[in-house]
């Protein structure tokens, strides 16, 4: 038996939640998934997966009074799997971090001037920097001798050019308060497109792909060539597409109207376009499968916010295309856009002149593998490419440490 250092544990830290994997890089397969809910509260969950050695699933409810409390139990999870924090054979922490400014273009190992740069970058990213901070000093604590590695939400998007990154306003405030278009999901972003030109047969260098991260948040991106040059998430990820519960692109004045005439305060203004808008604004559901159970009932909202959220898609495909100059592939990812075949549809209806179509019978195929939904000899490929974020934190946080 080997005990060389090939495993490495994906931490994704939420305000109240913590998901987690361990995986080993060299076997290539996932030793244990799971998530702690609920963290601070009475209610708090932990569910654990352990797939290494084929178990059931355990659930333990219970107050967990914080981050700490959280990671503390799911080491003791893994360690009655054996696969405890302390094996030798853990080569590093991956941890997830929303916000890395313009400073963080890679995996970057944690050490204390680290931990100060995303601490700084509170103000831009101020609901998952200090989630992400308290996983991070809580698994510093737990194993101050190994790696820790930050792989940034935003890092894909660095790449971005000027044009695309800069908003059109004063120059001078832009600067002082760091407001520009950073773009999230990127970790997304980056798997997906590569995954893209692989199922084409193609090195990403040689492909331009515009990828569509439909899950409860969402996000578009176009990638040429490997490299991102636009996304649809800006400073924070209120702006682009239509979303669960966000509005996504908005006339900037509709803020000043709601305070100037309705008297509601930042605060509140922020809570209506982050938690009341979007699809739950629209319909009263952010959940795609209700809204579409209600469209087949006759429900004209639920019909309404669905058209909405499809026309912002095609919008952004349009877009996407004229910036890219030549698209090779469209590709459909997260929650919304791996399972819900009638968003692909009617996002790709009429969209023929761009090149892009869908066959009805491939799209209406399920299956958890990347495939391509286009009809054969299609100028644009249009696929589905499953998302697989902590593989890919997994990936450049091994490949970092193993350099
Ligand atoms: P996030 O990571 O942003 O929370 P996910 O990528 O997990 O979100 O996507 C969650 C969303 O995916 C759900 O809110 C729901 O709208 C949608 N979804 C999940 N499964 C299906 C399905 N079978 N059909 C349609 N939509 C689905």
Redesign the pocket.
């Known amino acids: 038996m080997t005990a060389e250092p090939t495993r490495v544990l994906v931490l994704n830290s939420g305000s109240s939640s913590v998901k987690y994997q361990l995986l080993d890089m060299v076997e290539n397969r996932r030793l244990a998934v799971g998530l702690v809910e609920r963290i601070g509260e009475e209610t708090s969950r932990l569910v654990h997966t352990p797939l290494a050695t084929g178990g059931e699933r355990r659930v333990h409810e219970g107050p967990m009074a914080d981050h700490d409390a959280a990671l503390k139990a799911v080491a003791a999870e893994l360690a009655a799997d054996g696969l405890g924090l302390d094996s030798p054979r853990l080569a590093a922490i991956g941890h997830r971090v929303v916000h890395g400014g313009l400073r963080f273009t890679e995996p970057t190992v944690i050490d204390e001037a680290v931990l100060a740069e995303i601490e700084r970058l509170v103000p831009v990213a101020p609901l998952h920097n200090p989630a992400n901070l308290t996983g991070i000093r809580t698994a510093r604590a737990l194993r101050p001798d190994l790696p820790q590695i930050a792989v940034f939400d935003t890092a894909f998007h660095t790449t971005m050019p000027e044009h695309a990154a800069r908003y059109a306003i004063d120059v001078a405030t832009a600067d002082a308060h760091r407001i520009r278009r950073y773009g999230f999901h990127g970790t997304s972003h980056a798997y997906v497109s590569r995954r893209t030109a692989r199922l084409l047969g193609k090195d990403p260098s040689e492909v331009n792909v515009i990828v569509l ?6 996000s578009a991106s176009a990638v040429a060539g490997g490299r991102c040059v636009d996304t649809s998430m800006g400073l924070t990820p209120l702006e682009g597409l239509v979303m ?1 519960t966000r509005s996504g692109d908005i006339d900037p004045a509709v803020t000043f109207h709601l305070k100037r005439v309705a008297g509601m305060s930042a605060d509140e203004i922020d809570e209506l376009l982050n938690k009341k808008s979007g ?1 739950v604004g629209l319909c009263g559901d ?4 209700e ?2 159970r209600r469209i087949d009932e006759g429900d004209e909202a639920a019909a309404l916010a669905f058209d909405i959220y499809i026309h912002r898609l095609k919008k952004y495909l349009g877009a996407y295309t004229a910036v890219l100059g030549r698209v090779d592939a469209v590709a459909f990812t ?3 856009g ?3 075949a009638p ?1 692909r549809a009617a996002a790709m209806a009429g969209l023929e002149g761009l090149g892009m179509a869908v066959d009805a019978d491939r799209n209406a195929v399920r299956s958890d593998a990347p495939r391509l939904i286009s009809p054969d000899g299609s100028p644009v490929a249009v696929a589905v490419v499953p ?1 697989d974020e902590e593989l890919e934190i997994a990936q450049q946080t091994y490949a970092l440490v193993t350099a």
């Open positions: 991260h439909l899950g409860n948040g969402a669960g699809l952010n959940d795609m499968r809204i579409r997260a929650g919304v791996e399972n819900a968003v998302t």
